[in-house]
């Protein structure tokens, strides 16, 4: 059975910084590419950002690039969000999701492209 369990959300200021950490467990997850994607209140979930199954190619959505750094520890079966210089534009729901089984160690962009979700971690930034 496939768990993704995230953590570290929390209510930080502007220009502040949280760490999220998602434990995964139930499949091979140095196998698989992991983002983190997220949704704020009225929208559409959108990808933040991704890792190869390997941790050596990243993706980065353009409103998070510099900001956020993106990360995996395969011999831990987790996967991290560093986010840094936070803005209140930057308050959502945070996802941990695994890619699905095409091309499965790839990084994808679309929440379609992946198959298994966490619940999600709220994420608030005040100005």
């Known amino acids: 059975q496939v768990r993704l369990s995230e953590s570290g959300g929390g209510l930080v200021q502007a220009g502040g910084s949280l760490r999220l950490s998602c434990a995964a467990s139930g499949f091979a997850f140095d196998n698989f590419a992991m983002g983190w994607f997220r949704q704020a209140s009225g929208k559409e979930r959108e990808i933040v950002a991704c890792?190869?199954?390997?941790?050596?190619?990243?993706y980065y959505a353009d409103s998070v690039k510099g900001r956020f750094d993106i990360s995996r520890d395969n011999a831990k079966n987790t996967v991290y969000l560093q986010m840094n210089s936070l803005k209140p534009e930057d308050t959502a729901v945070y996802y941990c999701?695994?890619?699905?089984?095409?091309?499965?160690?790839?990084?994808?962009?679309?929440?379609?492209?992946?198959?298994?979700w966490g619940h999600g971690t709220q994420v608030t930034v005040s100005s």
């Open positions: 890792v190869n199954w390997d941790g050596g190619i990243t």
């Open positions: 999701a695994a890619k699905g089984s095409e091309l499965w160690y790839a990084v994808g962009r679309s929440p379609a492209d992946f198959a298994s």
